[in-house]
C-alpha cells in the first residue's frame, strides 16, 4: 500500500514513518529541510504545493499527522493554528478527493474543547476530514509518552529520557487528570485500521488509566528524578471508556503496559554502563 505521511518530521509523524516502512511504501513529506532523500517537500498550508505532491505520488492513504500542535503557541497565533490545522487540513482533503484516497487524521481528545484555540482548530479540521470521498477515520490522541525518531521535540517523554540520561530532576504536573496515550498504541492501532476499510469513525486512543505528569514521571523515574506542582489548573479533564476501542476489534492497553514499553524504551536508549534509577 502507498501511505502519504504529512509532518513526517514531526514527533508522531516521524514514529508513523519508521513503523510503517517495512510493510508499506511510505513518501514522507515535511516543509522542513528536505537533503534528506527520504522527504519529499509539502507545505500542508500550499494548497497548490499539496495536490501537486499528492498527484504525483497517488498515494492510497494520507496519513495527515502535520499540526500545530503546542496549545501556548496556538493561544498566541490563533489564525496561525487555524491556517496549519484546519485549513491545511482541507488542502489535504481536497487532494486526497482528486486522486481517491482515503485519509486517517491524526487528532486529539482536545478538539472536543472550544475553550482554547487548539481544540477548536482540531474540531473544525476533523469536520473538513468528513468529506474525504473514499473514506477516513479520526485517531483522536492525548497527551502521548513514548519514543521516537524526533528526540528533538520537547514532548514529554523526551523530557523524562533527558532527565533518565543526565540525572537532573524536573518539575511535572500534578493537578490535571487525563487518560495518557503510548506510542506503541497509537502505531498498533494505525496498523490495524490501515488493514481495513475506513468507516467514518473518532477514536480515542488512550490507556485505561486516569493520572497526572507526575504520576506518569514518579512511576518511570523515581522521586530522585521527579518534583511535583500544579501547572496546568484549567485543562479540561475527558473521561473515555476504557473498552470501547475492544468493542471494535481493536487493540488496547493499560497504563501499567505503557509504563512497561517506557521502561524498555529509556534503557534501549541509555549509554552503557548507566546505573537503573528507574523503580521496579
Same mark, same amino acid.
Given at each position: 500500500m502507498n501511505v502519504l505521511i504529512t509532518g513526517a518530521r514531526g514527533y508522531l509523524g516521524a514514529l508513523l514513518s519508521a513503523a510503517l516502512s517495512g510493510s508499506h511504501d511510505v513518501v514522507r513529506t515535511s516543509r522542513g529541510d528536505i537533503s534528506n532523500s527520504l522527504f519529499q517537500y509539502l507545505d500542508v498550508t500550499d494548497a497548490d504545493c499539496v495536490k501537486r505532491v499528492v498527484a504525483a505520488t497517488v498515494p492510497d492513504v494520507i496519513?495527515?499527522? #502535520?499540526?500545530?500542535?503546542?496549545?501556548?503557541?496556538c493561544e498566541a497565533n490563533p489564525e496561525a493554528a487555524f491556517l496549519v490545522n484546519a485549513e491545511g487540513t482541507l488542502n489535504v482533503v481536497q487532494a486526497a478527493n482528486e486522486v481517491g484516497a482515503r485519509v486517517l487524521f491524526i487528532s486529539t481528545l482536545a478538539a472536543s474543547n472550544p475553550s482554547i484555540v487548539y481544540g477548536r482548530s482540531k474540531s473544525a479540521a476533523e469536520e473538513h476530514v468528513k468529506h474525504v470521498r473514499m473514506g477516513h477515520e479520526i485517531v483522536q490522541l492525548s497527551m502521548t509518552f513514548g519514543l521516537s525518531p524526533n528526540r528533538a521535540s520537547r514532548r514529554p517523554f523526551n523530557k523524562m529520557l533527558e532527565s533518565f540520561q543526565t540525572g537532573k530532576p524536573?518539575?511535572?504536573d500534578n493537578a490535571w487528570l487525563f487518560q495518557p496515550t503510548c506510542t506503541e498504541h497509537?502505531? #498498533?492501532i494505525v496498523r490495524q485500521l490501515l488493514c481495513r476499510p475506513f468507516e467514518g469513525r473518532r477514536l480515542a486512543v488512550t490507556v485505561d488509566k486516569r493520572c497526572t505528569?507526575?504520576?506518569i514521571a514518579n512511576d518511570l523515574l523515581g522521586p530522585a528524578l521527579v518534583k511535583?506542582?500544579?501547572l496546568y489548573r484549567d485543562r479540561e479533564v475527558v473521561c473515555i471508556e476504557a473498552d470501547h476501542l475492544?468493542?471494535?476489534?481493536?487493540?488496547t492497553m493499560t497504563y501499567a503496559t505503557m509504563l512497561q514499553r517506557m521502561r524498555i524504551q529509556l534503557l534501549t536508549c541509555a549509554p552503557d554502563g548507566m546505573p537503573n534509577a528507574m523503580p521496579a
Open positions: 496519513i495527515h499527522a #502535520a499540526a500545530m500542535a503546542n496549545l501556548s503557541v524536573r518539575i511535572y497509537v502505531i #498498533a505528569m507526575y504520576d511535583g506542582t500544579a475492544s468493542r471494535l476489534g481493536l487493540p
